[in-house]
RNA sequence: GGACCCGUGGUGUAGCGGCCCAACAUGCCAGCCUGUCACGCUGGAGAUCGCCGGUUCGAAUCCGGUCGGGUCCGCCA
């Protein structure tokens, strides 16, 4: 315990006593951990949240207290009044940090009895079924893990927080009332009592409410926000989630990457400061390098099996597709590439294996999956091998690097597609394989992200970031249309090559965050929200407020947004960020233990102005 | 919206057409025990196998549906 606090019940924590304590009177309040009961003598073990001490309760030392302990079952709440003694020789218990002492019982008082607990409250590693965690959410939250995670999430937010203050960033509360926003993702609707018929929107991110903290000129902002997505779940993600949400004037690109960088690696000091960085400062990837490179704009840095183009051996000096194996010179003719990685030691799968990995590539979008395997001797074994013909087998395998042993994966596809698929089995194969060192941790950043892509059903480009974001200076020029006319859109677009001043920070293959430098000049804003195919009228409704701000004198500015629970789930080496979360819902947006959603009072609609008309609810 | 996996005493699992009115571990209850630390010993209670329907002489076991949980795709920054 930091600073001790007045106490009725306990004089010290059970974590806290030690042999130079001996002697000492001492009074102790937890949860019973565990009960060894010998007849005239009972051993409980009194546990709270910072540590386990154990108490003996002797029948003719303490009768009385003796009778109360022959009572007490495991989770009763109980304060023990006693005095300090060194255990016997021989009797420590090592694994205990309060283990050299015991706490010798005068007064047992029993503050709350407790039914037996649904699952395993004093075995860490006791498999429990989630579902049943979530229902008794509170008595997993009595377990040591959880009590741990818990523990460290609060001290990254608190890190950041002293940070952020240290940098006079001003803290500041933004409304969860407010309009709906044109971000990606579905709103939640909240229906207005005053106003009928209307509603508000749960906000997605405060992203409009900071940028108008700027023009109101605070500055640096920050702020530890709750944000609302009503959209599927997964395991990285829960329909209200919390963002790290910053934002400075005056700032360029540089600056933001500068501080934030700077955050990470204190936070990482004082949160898990025994666990070492992949690379400081952190690499920093340009999109196209990562596609490139690691078919992933989160591409986890701890492991190689990079991509490789194996366009080079398929093709003749003036770039025609020779291969003699159709599906890649379709591909290299359509436009598209032919890319392999190269997966180690995999030589040695089984058919059935190899069908797995295909299965696994078509479900990710692609067409098919080669692959070529080098045995213990050298030799090639490959389906393919029959339409390469074997010498041009042996180049593709000496392109790619794969040693004896190795198993290369081929994809031939459109070039998004290609990267993509070859990405995620890249991704997948080294969480199979265990190439990345799970004590690592591997942050980088990815910039220049394209500024749109083509809409084709709603011919516009959309912003691929956040509607605001702003444009490399040197690709000005390209937000434009082939006709000039910004009405009349096409996939040719110069505005396609545009890349944004924009970057993402990733974390051992996991999006953590991101962020822009904001347009905020309003010819230019009008200029993108025309290609993103807003309408004046469409604009104002949408944006009005920041639309309207930026007249008034709007600074340069730009943020990030980080997601803390992904961070805290990450730090805990933990890939659920259920684990992280005090009171999570489960996949199918449920609260277990609050029984959330529920139907509504009778009355609530009609005080509403609403009617449920949709399937009979079960 | 879709694919896959799971659902058996309080908990975790086994059983996967008759040998099962269901087994093991742990927990629970009772008794005994003065140095335990996952205390030990003895005894006991506890599940009609998520739910509904079907196939069968016979279903925990097979089939269909449904509910709940999870993983993934779509979706989502």
Redesign the pocket.
């Known amino acids: 315990m930091s600073q001790a606090i007045e106490s009725p019940y306990r004089s010290h924590t059970c974590g806290q006593l030690r042999a130079t304590d001996s002697g000492r009177p001492a009074r102790l309040a937890g949860w019973v951990h565990?009960?060894?009961?010998?007849?005239?003598?009972i051993?409980l073990?009194l546990r709270d949240r910072y540590g386990i001490t154990?108490v003996?309760v002797?029948?003719?030392e303490a009768p009385v207290a003796h009778a109360a302990a022959s009572r007490v079952?495991?989770e009763f709440v109980l304060s023990v009044a006693g005095t300090v003694?060194a255990?016997?020789a021989?009797?420590?218990?090592v694994?205990?940090a309060t283990?050299a002492i015991?706490l010798?019982a005068s007064e047992v008082e029993i503050l709350s009895e407790a039914k037996?607990?649904?699952?395993?409250i004093n075995?860490p590693d006791?498999?429990?079924?989630?579902?049943?965690r979530?229902r008794y959410r509170y008595l997993d939250i009595r377990r040591e893990p959880m009590q741990r995670r818990l523990l460290l999430r609060s001290k990254l937010v608190q890190a950041i927080r002293a940070i952020h203050h240290e940098h006079g960033f001003v803290e500041i509360e933004t409304p969860n009332l407010i309009r709906s926003t044109p971000?990606?993702?579905?709103d939640f609707i909240v229906p207005s009592r005053l106003k009928p018929g209307t509603v508000y929107a749960l906000p997605?991110?405060p992203q409009q409410l900071k940028q108008l903290l700027m023009v109101g000129g605070l500055d640096r902002y920050f702020q530890i926000a709750r944000c609302f997505?009503d959209?599927?779940?997964?395991?990285?993600?829960q329909p209200e989630f919390t963002?790290l949400d910053l934002e400075m004037s005056f700032v360029d690109e540089a600056a933001v990457i500068g501080f934030v960088e700077e955050l990470a690696i204190r936070v990482m000091a004082a949160v898990v400061p025994d666990r070492p960085l992949l690379e400081v400062p952190f690499p920093r990837l340009t999109f196209h390098e990562a596609i490139e490179r690691f078919g992933s704009?989160k591409p986890d840095l701890r492991f190689g099996m990079e991509l490789i183009d194996l366009a080079p051996e398929l093709t003749d000096p003036t770039g025609a597709a020779v291969s003699g194996f159709r599906v890649f010179d379709q591909a290299l003719a359509d436009g598209g590439r032919v890319q392999a990685i190269v997966a180690p030691g995999m030589a040695s799968a089984s058919r059935s294996q190899i069908d797995e990995l295909t299965e696994l590539a078509r479900?990710?979008?692609a067409k098919g999956l080669a692959w070529l395997a080098v045995e213990a001797d050298g030799s090639i074994r490959s389906p393919i091998a029959k339409f390469l013909g074997a010498e041009r087998a042996a180049a593709v395998v000496a392109r790619t690097g794969a040693k004896s042993a190795d198993l290369v994966l081929v994809v031939a596809d459109r070039p998004a597609m290609a990267a993509d698929v070859l990405g995620?089995l890249r991704s997948e194969l080294g969480s199979r394989l265990g190439l990345a060192d799970p004590d690592v941790f591997g942050y980088c950043w990815i910039t220049q992200?394209p500024m749109y892509k083509w809409d084709q059903e709603n011919r516009r480009w959309d912003a691929?970031?956040?509607p605001f974001s702003g444009v490399r200076p040197e690709d000005l020029d390209l937000l434009t249309t082939t006709s000039g006319d910004l009405a009349r859109r096409a996939p040719d677009d110069p505005a396609g090559q545009a890349r944004a001043l924009?970057y993402?920070l990733a974390l051992n293959g996991w999006?953590l965050g991101?962020g822009s430098i904001r347009i905020n000049q309003r010819d230019l804003l009008a200029r993108s929200f025309a290609l993103q195919g807003q309408t004046a009228d469409g604009m104002a409704e949408k944006f009005g407020a920041v639309l309207d701000a930026f007249e008034y004198g709007a600074p340069p500015h730009g943020g990030i947004?980080i997601g803390i629970d992904r961070w805290a789930a990450l730090l805990a080496d933990q890939?659920?960020i259920?684990e992280v979360m005090a009171f999570p819902?489960?996949?199918?947006g449920?609260d277990?233990m609050l029984d959330a959603p529920s139907a509504p009072e009778p009355g609530q609609y009609a005080e509403l102005g609403l009617r449920y008309v949709g399937p009979a609810r079960?």
């Not at 565990?34 to 003598?41: I, S």
């Not at 971000?183 to 579905?186: D, N, S, T, W």
């Not at 819902?585 to 199918?588: A, R």
């Open positions: 565990r009960r060894r009961d010998l007849g005239h003598l051993f073990e154990q003996i002797d029948a003719t079952r495991n003694a255990r016997l021989g009797t420590e218990n694994r205990l283990g015991e010798r037996t607990p649904p699952f395993y075995e006791a498999p429990i079924d989630e579902a049943l979530l971000e990606g993702a579905r997605q991110s997505r959209e599927d779940l997964r395991g990285d993600r963002q704009d479900g990710y979008g995620r992200f691929t970031h956040n924009q993402d999006e991101g947004a890939t659920n259920r819902k489960t996949q199918s449920s277990l079960t």
